[in-house]
Nanobody, 126 residues
Framework: QLQLVESGGGLVQPGGSLRLSCTAR????????IGWFRQAPGKEREGVSC????????YTVDSVKGRFTIHRDSAKNTVYLQMNSLKPEDAAVYYC???????????????????WGQGTQVTVSS
């Protein structure tokens, strides 16, 4: 059974850090572009970042650029989203997703992705 599993969410104070992990059962993440999305209450899900299956190129939206970093650990079949300097507006359920396409060029579009995880909650509050 093909499945993505996110972990690492939790409660953190503003300015703090979290590292989210995306692992897979039944598929090698190396064969996919892996994206991270988030959905805050009452808002649409939005793309945050993506790491390409070719050369590990990374893409990040402006709202988190310089604070969030995505990277892939092929040996562990895991993709991480390192989140620093967290703000209350970063609070959301975070999802990882796998895209079999050639690159992350349309990484913010949900329909580019074939497999999705169930999400992990990130709360940023003092």
């Amino acid at each position: 059974q093909l499945q993505l599993v996110e972990s690492g969410g939790g409660l953190v104070q503003p300015g703090g850090s979290l590292r989210l992990s995306c692992t897979a059962r039944g598929l090698r993440l190396d064969y996919y572009n892996i994206g991270w999305f988030r959905q805050a209450p009452g808002k649409e899900r939005e793309g945050v970042s993506c790491v390409s299956k070719w050369h590990g190129s990374t893409y990040t939206v402006d709202s988190v650029k310089g604070r969030f970093t995505i990277h892939r650990d092929s040996a562990k079949n895991t993709v991480y989203l390192q989140m620093n300097s967290l703000k209350p507006e970063d609070a959301a359920v975070y999802y990882c997703a796998a895209d079999p396409g050639s690159d992350c060029l349309d990484y913010v579009l949900e329909n580019e992705y074939t497999y999705w995880g169930q999400g992990t909650q990130v709360t940023v509050s003092s």
